[in-house]
């Protein structure tokens, strides 16, 4: 499933191609032909992400509402339209780009109430500008649940996937056991600094960069991480524990991580 960096990225770039025009939107695949038509000739006012969904606006006060899932695709590129590649559930189509997606998990046509709902069942995404860190820290406080999980919760904090949840915890020397109720407001707002810092790098450079000398560097580099998927601690060079939260794999070191009654 991709991170909220990925779909920051494409609402960004999708908001380029496409706001501020009359848009042809179909359903090359036919499953969602109903919920086509209702968005087609449509003014786009803008594109946005909120954690993992986009959401495309339009001015007769409906919103298409997007969910990659595991499997889902974004794909945008410049006019001429080319033929379908795959199962393409919906294309959107300016003056100048197309847009098709594949797969989505949820491709649905919501009204502002439904919007509504769905920013209000969504934690605050710690690339917004509109987020409120307080609601996130208020939910961890009031957790038993190990901090490896609640960070991943998107009702808790959206955005925030496998990658990133282990390089913030290890960046930020958090055990990803210690209990919500036992994390402490600055190490709370060190994650929360942390990831924003993070996720816009991956914005940026579509991808996840974790590694502090690759942080700085102006020269194009690949993915690159700490211990995820490591065996041993680049700090300390002693070995990383992998384990299992919430049915998810994770990664820790035990000795730069320590895992005591309350941080600070």
């Excluded at 000739?41 to 606006?57: D, M, N, P, S, W």
């Excluded at 379908?84 to 109430?113: M, W, Y």
């Excluded at 939910?139 to 282990?166: F, V």
């Excluded at 942390?194 to 579509?206: F, M, T």
Aim: some cysteine; overall charge positive; charged content about 20%.
């Amino acid at each position: 499933m991709p991170e909220g960096h990925t779909i920051h990225r494409a609402a960004r770039d999708h908001r380029r191609a496409l706001s501020g025009q009359k848009l042809s939107v179909i359903s090359p695949q036919g499953k969602f032909s109903e919920g086509a038509s209702l968005l087609d000739l449509q003014f786009c006012e803008t594109v946005e992400a909120i954690g993992k969904h986009l959401l495309y606006r339009f001015q007769n006060n409906r919103a298409l509402h997007i969910h990659l899932g595991l499997f889902g695709r974004v794909r945008k590129q410049p006019l001429p339209l080319k033929p379908p590649k795959g199962a393409v559930h919906v294309r959107l189509a300016s003056k100048t780009h197309f847009v098709d997606i594949n797969g989505p998990s949820v491709c649905e046509v919501l009204d502002q109430s439904g919007v509504d709902a769905l920013f209000h069942r969504i934690g605050p995404d710690v690339l917004r500008a509109d987020a409120n860190p307080d609601i996130s820290f208020q939910k961890i406080q009031r957790s038993t649940l190990p901090i490896g999980q609640l960070i991943m919760d998107q009702s808790i904090m959206a955005g925030i996937g496998n990658i990133y949840r282990t390089e913030i915890l290890w960046r930020q020397a958090i055990h990803p056991e210690i209990p919500g109720k036992a994390i402490s407001r600055h190490a709370f707002d060190c994650i929360w600094t942390d990831a924003a810092y993070l996720l816009a790098i991956g914005v940026k450079r579509n991808a996840i960069v974790t590694v502090d000398a690759q942080l700085s560097s102006k020269k194009r580099s690949g993915e690159r991480y700490n211990i995820f998927g490591t065996v041993s601690c680049p700090k300390c060079n002693g070995d990383v524990r992998h384990l299992e939260i919430n049915k998810r794999r994770a990664f820790v070191c035990d000795t730069c991580q320590p895992l005591p009654n309350r941080i600070s």
